[in-house]
């Protein structure tokens, strides 16, 4: 609708001698305005020195749309440009969902374009908690949704297992050794308290007694061990949720192939880096930041900018053309030093999309549920899953925007009414299965696509609740497309409740089997395309959609 609308009324503003660079369409705000609306007499007014209503006449004087496709067009407001659809367009164009089926929505605006996803990356010091949960998610749609519209996706996790953090563990893991062997041993400070860490103490114990008591100076050993235990955790708990990563790119291997000190030698030689108090300094001032930014420190470890620049070099040699990075927001501070590095490294950030996502906070009934790595007491996300199940899992994590505080009700995930808004979900594609197997049982085509399509036809599917669930329906490829581009899953799942209750509203009105044959062929085929759209929107979000509930 909108590809035709570009075409007709970017003819007519050509004719007119106006420019149609700002032509856009758009759903009205109230739906009885019509279907699609355009600003652009306003836009045109200060241009032609005229009245915006007086610019929309011109415009729609010299607009002669097919009137089997535009039923009216009308001027609204201070120049709103209105057109309305015929039904029967509508009823037409819904046969495309029928014919593509699990393939509807797919899309190819990327054309192939090369994309890396990189999200999760969660340090291996400890199973996943809770809260990572929300970075999960949004990742693993925000892929889904870049794959629906031609990106070639490489999902990545970096493997972040240098720094202190690491040391931390090896130390924690070394005391809970000496504990479990009846000795008095002090606790780090900065140690890892959760239970975990006693576990793969005792594992250690139990395999080596006490032959280890007195190696355990540098840690590396308990430290190697810790990672073992704590990466495998984390892919299991990713695996629960069906999370996979096609690339886990190891931190280690930065320093290793010598990478980061090649981009010290290049800054070096750009006359960005200098030394001072021991410390390898960046310019960041001929960056555009405020300050200098310490890379290496006077200890000889650089600091967390240094891996980062280099890591995110090695994306674009490796050819991605768009590199998508999802963080918490704690990275906040430290984004435009990686970047401004990366610039002057020769590459364009304007290739880099980095999303945050904000804080999240679970709530039981009136008690706050906290996490916590370091402490003893940890919400994990494999208990979530337990509590609640992969699929509420799934889609409270992006029933949000990702800049905005998230609060996950977990007795709200759980419930199984109409307040929960998967639950709505799930059972209006459950009753529609429902009814299509009824159908079928009653002789009706619905495994026979061919069969159906002559049934969708106006004259039959002219009701209210079926031509408005019929545009909702049609409005999936370009809301898939509208996702993408903006990282906005939140969007999907509002758009696929407002299906489930368009869907709703239609089986309240229209009795789906009756007397006329035809007419309950034409609304079985509805019902498929409803299922169709709701399956789909369903497998994006990694949501289940049930045959029965």
Not at 66 to 89: C, H, K, M, S, Y
Not at 297 to 310: F, N, Q, V
Not at 434 to 455: K, N
Request: hydrophobic share 40%; charged share 25%; glycine share 8%.
């Amino acid at each position: 609708m909108k590809q035709y609308l570009q075409k007709a009324v970017g003819e007519v503003l050509s004719s007119l001698h106006y420019s149609s660079g700002a032509l856009f369409f758009e759903k009205p705000k109230v739906a009885a305005h019509g279907d699609l609306t355009t600003n652009i007499a306003m836009l045109l007014a200060k241009e032609a020195k005229k009245n915006p209503r007086q610019v929309a006449q011109e415009i729609t004087g010299a607009l002669h749309p097919d009137p089997a496709l535009v039923a009216a067009v009308e001027i609204a407001g201070p120049g709103f440009i209105n057109f309305r659809f015929t039904p029967g367009w509508v009823v037409e164009s819904a046969k495309e969902i029928l014919r593509q089926g699990s393939a509807f929505g797919k899309t190819n605006p990327a054309n192939g374009r090369l994309t890396n996803v990189e999200w999760v990356s969660a340090n291996p010091t400890g199973p996943l908690h809770s809260g990572h949960g929300r970075q999960v998610i949004l990742g693993y749609t925000v892929a889904n949704l870049l794959e629906w519209t031609g990106h070639a996706v490489t999902r990545e996790y970096y493997f972040n297992n240098a720094g202190n953090q690491m040391l931390n563990l090896g130390e924690s893991i070394y005391a809970r050794y000496r504990e479990s062997l009846g000795d008095s041993y002090a606790f780090p400070e900065n140690g890892y308290a959760g239970e975990y860490i006693k576990d793969i103490a005792a594992a250690i114990a139990a395999e080596h007694g006490d032959a280890l008591r007195e190696s355990g100076e540098d840690k590396k050993y308990f430290r190697q061990r810790g990672e073992e235990w704590c990466f495998a955790s984390i892919k299991k708990t990713l695996e629960r949720l069906g999370v996979r990563h096609d690339v886990y790119y190891n931190e280690d291997s930065l320093y290793s192939s010598g990478k980061i000190n090649e981009v010290i030698e290049e800054f070096r030689a750009k006359g960005l880096a200098y030394d001072l108090d021991g410390a390898v300094w960046l310019k960041a001032t001929e960056l555009g930041l405020e300050q200098d930014r310490v890379i290496v420190k006077s200890t000889g470890e650089p600091t967390y900018r240094l891996p980062d620049i280099a890591y995110h070099r090695e994306k674009f040699r490796r050819g991605f053309d768009l590199v998508v990075d999802i963080f918490g927001a704690d990275h906040i501070a430290t984004i435009p030093d990686v970047l401004a590095g990366v610039r002057a490294l020769g590459y364009e950030t304007e290739n880099v999309k980095v999303i945050i996502h904000q804080m999240v906070s679970f709530v039981e009934g009136e008690e706050v549920v906290k996490m916590s790595k370091r402490s003893a007491k940890v919400y994990t996300l494999d208990e979530l899953i337990d509590e609640v199940g992969a699929d509420a899992v799934h889609y409270f994590f992006v029933m949000r925007s990702a800049n905005t505080h998230l609060e996950f009700d977990i007795e709200l995930a759980k419930e199984q009414s109409d307040k929960n808004p998967l639950y709505y979900l799930q059972y209006a594609h459950a009753r529609i299965a429902s009814i299509l197997r009824f159908a079928q049982e009653q002789g009706y085509p619905v495994d026979d696509v061919a069969a159906l399509l002559p049934s969708v036809a106006n004259a039959l599917l002219k009701e209210d609740a079926e031509v408005n669930l019929l545009k909702l329906l049609l409005d999936f490829p370009e809301m898939i497309q509208s996702c993408a581009f903006g990282y906005e899953p939140h969007r999907l799942t509002t758009y696929l409740r407002e299906v489930a209750e368009a869907f709703h509203r239609f089986y309240h009105d229209c009795r789906v089997l009756g007397e006329d044959k035809s007419l309950s062929t034409a609304r079985v085929a509805l019902c498929l395309m409803a299922k169709t759209v709701i399956f789909n929107g369903c497998t994006i979000l990694g949501v289940s959609a049930p045959e029965k509930m």
